[in-house]
């Protein structure tokens, strides 16, 4: 996976970190509450009505009444309020942007005290915490119905334990080898940590009633056509998985990779020592893939680290929390300049980027005409992802409408093909985040629950 | 010993009357102490090492642990329990202790000791013996030979004591009290307070036989009868004994309001004008202290305060009332005395005719819909959940409708934000024993 980098020396030779700081470097970014700490912040929340906190969750969980429960120290019952609404509350709790959402429209921030209760930190003490003799959620009585449910990301796996615990059989099919999608793969590993993921699914799935098949990827050894003839319903969740190409010649080159690649590496090694590190590297992108990639490559030991953005830091799309946390880790940016060449050495490696400077002219980004050189090993490309367009090739998936390049769903999550849905970072409502794509699933498990309920009654 | 024992210029010391400026001393029935705060008759003066350090802190007078015949009271281990907040404050407080488990002998010598040592202070005991004259007989001699400024009688431990005949069965029965009261009065020739169990339906009637028999002063509360808390996995209260318990006596901030109240109703009652109070309960901090007295109290006494913080919080009591009696204008502790009596009246006393409504300061509301949903689903739908055009919520009193109950404040979490408003009806003042629309009221 990380070939293109086969050349650079591995954490273990630069040695910058020893490994046992190196391991504390990916150990938990935010310490979990200590029981004392959550009762405290609990206490914090006022249990508002119609509270602000809840409109801001994508996933629609009753904060006010998970936080009353841990204040009682109800900890299964906080839990199961938080996972009735989002199964997979233990990871929101660790990856959602909590300051853009529920935190931020906390009432507590128009107080005196001027900071929102810590709701994230409190979901992960209520997930973290509990213990339930079984899974706590029940199946109803089986309806015969067999849905197939494509990637084994946070909507698929939402969606599956939604129709699961509606009485349906759901099938997964999922291309890599391990369920999770970027729960799995995507995520900076000091944010979830140890097999967290792995364990949340292992709960998720004690429901019963999903099976998931690995290695099938639509478009390679799966077909949209065959699914929509085998089974009742089908519920896309892809995901992105193609990485944007710079447009620039040697893309292909020794040195330049996409973050998510090396990110999908770092988080599977056990061995961090062995991963090939830049000491100087660029990273271009202003996400949160971008503040991952330049954060990790520093905690990794790289001595440069710099992040280049075309434009000013007001628009990029990573929060001022995550650009706090780059910061902190010695992460360097530079906004306003552009990718203009990529710098290589006689035997065509990476050695460093020319960047074009940039401005906004009348709405529009345009160069300045000024240039400037940043010496790197290796460059990570962190400038979105886009959908992986073989995925939809066969000539059922060929029919499916698009908005832009995405698939296109109405309110229901219902794509153009009848029983056919999808959501999550695939379709075009939201923000690509975790709790959304959580969301789409749950929704999209009613919706299609609904429709086979109707087609029942109507036959 | 490098301890420099120095007072800044201007700076009082722990015996001083005059603090900030101002006099706190009083006169308590005849009893003379450099300021109000008083030590409760409770383990914190059990003996003359804890009433030592309680002087030196600065407290200007103690009620020695009950004293009683011999021998001595015997102890159970497990003695306390609280309610507590969800922060783990304490919000109240449960004792099953007795009465002094030391003998006679030693407290006798120590309060002899202690008394002469500390002149200035304080120093009250309290006693607790059968309910027969020769039993006070022979107990008040040995005490009023101890020099000390007058005695306290405990009528009121609600637990262990009853059961032998002393303590609240005594309190509860009016007859009682007056008999004992009067016992003493003949057998000890110094100031006589009676302390009073708040385990009554009626407390006048307790404070009334003290007065009959020859009472002082009285003080009060004692403890109330309580439970704390249920160990939900051993089916057991706490303090737990063994696999067993038992009710005790409940004090602390949670008991304030009942012996509010109570003292309100001697100070306010016809047949005890001017009989001295003790003020007990709750007390912690020199608000409470001050409130207390403003209701009729005379002096204070603390227990569960110094027991949860030691006794260094007398110096902010101090601190607080001489400053703040300081801003008011106020000389001395009678000055503001009874202060709050006039204004405590009964209901039917009541202006009809008065007229609050809430008011939202809408900057200094956080949105949280406490108000709202506590209006609607519980008082008079009176508030209104509006939306503002950017989607932020706007809660607006509905006038009308508000009848003045004070909820939607109380449940503000926004100090000054939701403000009660009197409003000018135009209408004089009717009392409800005038008002045309009672059907008892007196023929004018």
């Known amino acids: 996976m990380t070939s293109q980098l086969n050349h650079l020396p591995s954490a273990k030779e630069v040695g910058t970190y020893d490994p046992a700081t190196l391991a504390s470097n990916f150990s938990d970014l935010h310490p979990p509450l200590t029981h004392r700490q959550a009762m405290i912040e609990s206490q914090r929340c006022l249990y508002c009505f119609d509270a602000p906190c809840v409109e801001a969750c994508p996933s629609e969980i009753d904060i006010p009444s998970f936080i009353r429960q841990i204040s009682e120290n109800n900890i299964n019952g906080a839990a199961e309020t938080i996972l009735e609404a989002n199964i997979l509350g233990g990871s929101c709790a660790r990856v959602c942007p909590t300051e853009i959402l529920c935190e931020r429209s906390c009432v507590r921030n128009h107080d005196a005290e001027c900071q929102p209760v810590l709701i994230g930190l409190l979901q992960r003490h209520a997930t973290d915490h509990m213990q339930f003799d079984g899974h706590p959620f029940k199946r109803a009585a089986t309806t015969g119905r067999h849905i197939a449910v494509v990637g084994a990301g946070p909507a698929g796996l939402s969606c599956a334990h939604r129709l699961a615990m509606l009485g349906h059989q759901v099938t997964i099919f999922e291309a890599e080898q391990k369920p999770g999608g970027l729960n799995e793969y995507g995520i900076a590993r000091y944010k979830m940590t140890d097999d967290f993921a792995r364990k949340e699914i292992e709960f998720l799935l004690e429901i019963g009633g999903i099976d998931i098949q690995y290695g099938k990827r639509l478009g390679d050894n799966l077909e949209l056509a065959n699914l929509h003839k085998q089974y009742d319903s089908v519920f896309l969740g892809l995901g992105l998985g193609a990485s944007r190409a710079l447009g620039l010649t040697g893309d292909d080159a020794p040195g330049l990779m996409p973050a998510v690649d090396y990110i999908k590496t770092l988080r599977q090694t056990d061995d961090l020592g062995s991963l090939a590190v830049a000491k100087r590297c660029i990273v271009i992108g202003a996400g949160n893939t971008a503040i991952d990639m330049a954060t990790q490559m520093a905690r990794l030991g790289a001595s440069e680290v710099t992040l280049v953005y075309r434009r000013g830091v007001e628009a990029m799309s990573a929060t001022d929390h995550e650009q706090e946390i780059a910061k902190a880790n010695g992460v360097r940016m530079i906004t306003w300049a552009q990718p203009d060449d990529i710098l290589l050495d006689s035997q065509g490696r990476v050695v460093g980027m020319r960047f074009a400077k940039t401005r906004e002219q009348s709405g529009k980004l345009t160069a300045t005409g000024e240039t400037f050189e940043i010496e790197a090993d290796a460059i990570f490309k962190a400038i979105g992802q886009g959908f992986d367009g073989e995925s939809l090739s066969d000539a059922t998936a060929a029919e499916l409408a698009r908005d832009g390049e995405r698939i296109h769903v109405d309110d229901m999550f219902r794509t153009s093909l009848a029983n056919v849905y999808a959501g999550g970072d695939c379709v075009k409502p939201g923000q690509d985040l975790t709790v959304q794509a959580v969301q789409h699933g749950k929704l999209a498990a009613h919706a299609i629950h609904q429709a086979l309920t109707a087609k029942q009654e109507a036959a | 010993m490098n301890t420099l024992n120095f007072t800044p210029p201007g700076k009082h010391n722990s015996s001083d009357s005059v603090v900030n400026g101002v006099d706190i001393s009083v006169n308590f029935a005849g009893i003379k102490a450099p300021n109000p705060f008083w030590l409760a008759s409770a383990p914190p003066t059990d003996k003359a090492y804890n009433v030592v350090r309680a002087y030196e802190a600065g407290w200007g007078g103690v009620v020695w642990k009950t004293l009683g015949e011999e021998p001595p009271a015997v102890n159970v281990s497990s003695r306390y329990s609280a309610h507590y907040g969800k922060n783990r404050e304490v919000i109240g407080f449960n004792n099953i202790e007795l009465i002094t488990d030391r003998s006679l002998e030693i407290n006798l010598k ?232 006039p204004q405590t009246t009964d209901w039917k006393h009541l202006d009809i005719n008065f007229k609050t409504i809430a008011k939202i300061d809408q900057d200094l509301c956080i949105e949280c819909g406490r108000c709202y949903i506590a209006c609607e689903d519980t008082s008079h739908q009176s508030i209104a959940k509006l939306t503002e055009q950017d989607g932020s919520r706007r809660y607006e009193v509905i006038e009308e409708e508000c009848v003045g109950c004070n909820l939607c404040q109380i449940t503000c979490p926004v100090e000054n934000c939701i403000t009660m408003v009197p409003q000018e009806t135009g209408q004089p003042f009717l009392a409800w024993d005038n008002d045309p629309r009672n059907p008892f009221r007196a023929a004018s």
């Open chain 2, 110 to 341: 120590e309060i002899t000791q202690v008394k002469k040592d500390w002149p200035d202070r304080a120093l009250i005991v309290s006693i607790m013996v059968p309910c027969n004259e020769e039993a006070w007989a022979y107990i008040l001699p040995l005490v009023e030979a101890t020099g000390a400024d007058g005695i306290e009688l405990n009528l009121g431990c609600p637990h262990g004591m009853p059961e032998r005949g002393m303590g609240a069965a005594v309190g509860q029965n009016p007859d009682l009290i007056e008999k004992v009261t009067y016992w003493c009065k003949k057998h000890y020739s110094k100031p006589v307070i009676v302390k009073l169990t708040p385990n009554i339906t009626d407390i006048r009637a307790g404070s009334q036989a003290a007065l009959r028999g020859g009472a002082d002063a009285v003080s009060l509360i004692n403890t109330i009868n309580s439970i704390t808390s249920i160990d939900l996995d051993n089916m057991v209260a706490k303090p737990t004994v063994g696999h067993q318990s038992t009710h005790g006596g409940y004090c602390g901030s949670a008991v304030k309001p009942i012996a509010m109240n109570m003292v309100a109703e001697i100070a306010r009652d016809p047949a005890t004008p001017t009989l001295p109070i003790s003020g007990i309960g709750g007390i912690a901090t020199w608000r409470d202290a001050a409130e207390f007295i403003a209701l009729g109290a005379g002096s204070v006494q603390v227990c569960t305060a110094a027991m949860l913080n030691g006794f260094r919080i007398v110096e902010e009591m101090k601190d607080g009332l001489s400053r703040w009696m300081a801003e008011k204008g106020y000389a001395s502790i009678e000055a503001f005395s009874r202060k709050a009596i």
